[in-house]
């Protein structure tokens, strides 16, 4: 038996999810021009798809997991449970008004147009706020209705922002935050799940790996134990002897967030050659 991955076939999402396959240890080299092809090395068939459609097809179990951005997924409300943050293709979907309108908050929507490709979480947003406004749903260019007329508002995924900007536009509400998911159907029998969690198991270590980072360092004796204190590790830190009498040198790993914190901390406490790898893979 193997375990059916619909991806996206081209797009913003494609790229990232092939790599999370590639870092997995997953080789499905032999046939990304295809609809569908077989991994080499590990139980899994991929299916390559528009990613509108994935949602829709894990629903019905022709896939049994897909990587789909959670927008999709929310909009689409299919009946899929979620398996995984995927922590890429992160943005977010938003409201945006022209940037000379004074907006102060949603009242300004009441009895306004609002284009959107995002239907259904738009009016999720509208009734929960009480405005009543006319949806137009417009499925791509969405940032061009207001200068054409067709709308006074928009609703649209932003990420770094400059299409709205270029577009005079200015985001007023956030809706929705979204990312990279792994979904899976509702009617997993035992062997689907055994080989979801080999995957997982995988999937968790690379991300694992990905944020965090191995330090090296080198530090005098009498500064180790206040050294030490500042390093978690993944059990304690590695201390080994230097050639040099008098210094040690000490290993561990440092999650990104606390990254430039902690290293700032060494130094200040004597620490030095600091040297930080990144990690390809944790398992804990
Ligand atoms: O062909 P297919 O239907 O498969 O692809 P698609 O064209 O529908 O989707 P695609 O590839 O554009 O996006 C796939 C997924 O990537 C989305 O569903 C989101 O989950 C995620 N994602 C992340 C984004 C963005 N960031 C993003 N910035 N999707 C679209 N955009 C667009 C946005 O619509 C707007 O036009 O980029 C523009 C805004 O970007 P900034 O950087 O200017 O703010
Ligand atoms: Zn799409």
Redesign the pocket.
């Known amino acids: 038996m193997k375990l059916k991955l619909a991806i996206?076939?081209?797009?913003?999402?494609?790229e990232d999810s092939m790599k999370l396959l590639q870092e997995c240890g997953i080789d499905i080299s032999n046939g990304v021009n295809k609809l569908k092809t077989e991994a080499v090395n590990f139980p899994l068939e991929v299916f390559f798809?528009?990613?509108?459609d994935i949602p829709q097809y894990v629903e019905d179990a022709v896939a049994d997991i897909g990587i789909?951005?959670?927008?999709?997924v929310y909009e689409k409300n299919k009946s899929v449970e979620v398996v995984d943050m995927l922590g890429f293709?992160?943005?977010r979907l938003s409201l945006a008004v022209a940037r000379g309108d004074h907006y102060e908050d949603v009242q300004f929507l009441e009895g306004k147009r609002i284009a959107t490709s995002y239907p259904s979480l738009v009016r999720q947003f509208l009734e929960k706020n009480h405005i009543n406004a006319e949806i137009h749903e417009i499925s791509?260019s969405?940032?061009i209705a207001p200068g054409i007329g067709l709308s006074d508002a928009i609703c649209?995924?932003?990420?770094?922002?400059?299409?709205?900007l270029t577009n005079g536009l200015k985001e007023v509400e956030t809706i929705l935050q979204?990312?990279?998911i792994l979904i899976r159907h509702r009617k997993f029998n035992s062997e689907q799940q055994r080989l979801l969690d080999k995957l997982l198991f995988r999937i968790r270590a690379v991300k694992k790996a990905g944020n965090n980072k191995y330090v090296l360092l080198n530090a005098p004796n009498a500064k180790l134990k206040e050294i030490i204190g500042l390093l978690p590790g993944m059990k304690s830190p590695t201390v080994l002897p230097l050639a040099e009498e008098g210094w040690s040198s000490v290993h561990s790993v440092l999650s990104e967030d606390e990254f430039w914190d902690k290293i700032e901390q060494l130094k200040a406490a004597g620490a030095q050659g600091i040297l930080v790898v990144p990690i390809e893979k944790m398992v804990i």
């Open positions: 996206q076939k081209s797009g913003r999402l494609h798809l528009r990613d509108d789909v951005g959670e927008n999709v293709a992160r943005c791509g969405v940032e649209d995924l932003v990420s770094s922002g400059s299409t709205l979204s990312q990279a």
